[in-house]
Nanobody, 123 residues
Framework: QVQLVESGGGLVQAGGSLRLSCAAS????????LGWFRQASGKEREFVAA????????YYAVSVKGRFTISRDSAKNTGYLQMDSLKPEDTAVYYC????????????????WGQGTQVTVSS
């Protein structure tokens, strides 16, 4: 069993930066792939980024590639999403998710989810 808790969301102006954290409990978390998804009001949840448990492989949505960076710190049982050059269209609730089976850009693939953290980007 893995429990995930996101933090780091908030209000930022366009062009600014935020770093989201995903703190995990459970000693096997370091063998789980980690994904970040977001859901804007009235829209479906969409893939943002994912990282393998070894950190060797990373994937990004086209809309965030070059602006967002996913990483993880195994010693701290924590994943991160560094978000730079934020745009108003990045406004959403951001969720982290984990699964032992590997990477995916599909939200239905992931077994464990956090409660989400709100990111609001003002223009």
């Amino acid at each position: 069993q893995v429990q995930l808790v996101e933090s780091g969301g908030g209000l930022v102006q366009a062009g600014g930066s935020l770093r989201l954290s995903c703190a995990a409990s459970g000693r096997t978390f370091n063998r789980y792939a980690l994904g970040w998804f977001r859901q804007a009001s009235g829209k479906e949840r969409e893939f943002v980024a994912a990282i393998s448990w070894t950190s060797v492989r990373t994937y990004y949505a086209v809309s965030v590639k070059g602006r967002f960076t996913i990483s993880r710190d195994s010693a701290k049982n924590t994943g991160y999403l560094q978000m730079d050059s934020l745009k108003p269209e990045d406004t959403a609730v951001y969720y982290c998710a984990a699964d032992p089976r590997g990477l995916s850009n599909s939200s239905s693939f992931y077994t464990y989810w956090g409660q989400g953290t709100q990111v609001t980007v003002s223009s």
